[in-house]
Nanobody, 122 residues
Framework: QVQLVESGGGLVQTGGALRLSCAASGRTFSVYAMAWFRQVPGKKREFLGA????????HYGDSVKGRFSISRDNVKNAVYLQMNNLKIEDTAVYYC???????????????WGQGTQVTVSS
């Protein structure tokens, strides 16, 4: 099982940018597709985007398409979420997740990080 640890969250003003990182350990990172989700209290986790094993293909949720981008470094065993033009409604806990193939449904993911808080203020 792969272990995941997110970092890079924090407080940012509207219109600003943040880059989240997710460090993986425990298993060969390159066998996993990776995804980012976010969650606000009282709601289910929202799919933000996913990247395939090689990093050659990405898929994004409609709410972040054009503002967020996912990349990975299979040498550093890390996946990243670049978030631009942040809005107040982007405030949430952000999670990375791993599974063998790209998917949008959270219940299909095998491993999760502990989450990192992102707060966007006006």
């Amino acid at each position: 099982q792969v272990q995941l640890v997110e970092s890079g969250g924090g407080l940012v003003q509207t219109g600003g940018a943040l880059r989240l990182s997710c460090a993986a350990s425990g298993r060969t990172f390159s066998v996993y597709a990776m995804a980012w989700f976010r969650q606000v209290p009282g709601k289910k986790r929202e799919f933000l985007g996913a990247i395939d094993r090689s990093g050659g293909s990405t898929h994004y949720g409609d709410s972040v398409k054009g503002r967020f981008s996912i990349s990975r470094d299979n040498v550093k065993n890390a996946v990243y979420l670049q978030m631009n033009n942040l809005k107040i409604e982007d405030t949430a806990v952000y999670y990375c997740a791993a599974r063998k193939w790209v998917a949008t449904e959270e219940t299909t993911y095998d491993a999760w990080g502990q989450g990192t808080q992102v707060t966007v203020s006006s």
